[in-house]
């Protein structure tokens, strides 16, 4: 009898909703433990509420959604999606080449798997959200790491993604505003990126899901606006501007210069048939939430809770001895680092198991994100400040003591 490989080719990918950690707070749940889970950037569960219009909008429509759509999806729901990339100053859009999926998730595989041939090189951010890398992992290809620097905002360092260009690179991944880092990219930055991938003829794929969670009066570029001579490839969706994570809904537009992209496309288009088409239900709120674009804006204003609790974490975890964050400017997460020194730290896994253990709370260490040393872990500050408060007041005891060696 054949025998099955029990392995992987994704074994050696860190992921950061599996894994051991995650494998132990299910077994203390299962216990009957209750755990504090600030691992994952899922709106729903800490009392955000979908806007009313685009609940409106999904029940006024379930009864004209039962059957499959074009695999591309509804034509209202990419006119929708034409209109609002368009906005942001995105050149060369064709309803043609707008596809939605189910959550950004599926588009950014679909994607990979469409273009990346064996030993292709992919540059992916570290840290990462690390179903980048997992994609292109899977797609074939190899995730090349750039690195963000901590020291000036979390943004990516323009001579490091330089020096890591080689002839098998194909494209750059920009995540813009970041998880886990919560940083925004500043025009001038994104510019610098949109010159280098210029010089080497590589695709730009920008993952934008966070461009409407945007803090402090800042606005986001979309860096395709910037690239009307490259091929360029932005995704997002509603998961997160309107807090509707589990209608898996997103998009993808191809943009820019699409000479020479036709198998790419075509790529594309074959990979989106196979799926035959995404969550239509989903996909009929499109119009309704993009004409919406205000209903979350009052969680990122002052007084707002995004807003407030990015304020909260960020001042508690500063304020704990041997931690320093630095401050987001978008979405809910941040990307603390720990004092190596202070805490012994060789293993940042351990430190999220022992914390887990001690504690009762889930985060997700740096490693799930491709970040080396072993120095940090993301918080998702969705919870409301009290909760927050239990956080960092049981951090804060927990690291009192805390060494590795
Ligand atoms: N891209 C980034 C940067 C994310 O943080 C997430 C989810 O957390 C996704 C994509 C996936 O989003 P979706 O729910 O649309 O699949």
């Known amino acids: 009898m054949r025998t099955l490989s029990k392995s992987s080719k994704l074994d050696h990918i860190c992921y950061d909703i599996r894994g051991p950690v995650m494998e132990e707070a299910n077994r203390m749940a299962e216990m009957g433990e209750e755990i504090l889970k600030l691992n994952i950037g899922n709106p729903a569960p800490f009392g955000f509420r979908a806007p009313q219009p685009v609940l409106d909008a999904i029940s006024g429509q379930l009864t004209e959604t039962e059957g499959y759509s074009d695999s591309k999806g509804l034509p209202a729901a990419r006119h929708a999606i034409l209109h609002y990339e368009a906005s942001k100053g995105i050149p060369n859009l064709d309803i043609r080449d707008i596809y939605t999926g189910n959550g950004v998730s599926e588009l950014i595989t679909l994607s990979m798997q469409a273009l ?19 994609s292109v992992t899977l797609a074939g290809g190899t995730a090349v790491h750039y690195i963000c620097d901590e020291q000036s905002n979390w943004y990516p360092d323009i001579e490091d993604m330089r020096r890591k260009i080689t002839p098998k690179t194909k494209g750059i991944v920009v995540i813009n505003p970041n998880n886990p880092t919560g940083a925004l990219y500043p025009k001038e930055l ?4 949109v010159q280098l991938a210029r010089e080497h003829e590589l695709i730009l794929f920008a993952d934008e899901i966070y461009d409407r969670l945007v803090m402090d009066g800042k606005t986001h570029t979309s860096i395709a606006s910037l690239a009307p001579d490259l091929l360029c490839v932005t995704y997002n969706g509603l998961s997160k501007s309107h807090l509707i994570a589990g209608y898996r809904c997103g998009w993808m537009c191809v943009s820019g210069n699409k000479d020479g992209a036709k198998g790419y496309m075509e790529g594309l288009n074959l990979l989106s048939s196979m799926r035959l088409c995404s969550n239509v239900p989903a ?12 209903t979350t804006k009052e969680l990122l204003v002052p007084g707002g809770r995004i807003y407030e609790q990015r304020e909260y974490i960020t001042r508690a975890l500063n304020d704990i001895p041997g931690v320093t964050a630095v401050k987001p400017e978008a979405a809910f997460y941040i990307f603390p680092r720990l004092d190596r020194k202070k805490f012994g730290l060789v293993d940042d896994e351990r430190f999220a198991l022992d914390f887990l253990r001690k504690k009762h709370i889930l985060i997700t260490h740096g490693a799930g994100f491709h970040w080396e040393t072993p120095d940090h872990f993301r918080v998702v500050y969705l919870p409301e400040i009290e909760v927050l408060k239990t956080a960092c007041g049981r951090l804060a005891e927990f690291l009192r003591d805390y060494h590795q060696n």
């Not at 994104?190 to 990126?193: A, M, V």
Request: no cysteine.
């Open 116 to 134: 990346l041939n064996s030993g292709d090189e992919m540059l992916v951010p570290a840290p990462d959200y690390p179903l980048w890398t997992a």
């Open 190 to 193: 994104l510019e610098q990126i």
């Open 283 to 294: 996909q009929s709120v499109i119009p309704t939430a993009l004409a919406n674009l205000n």
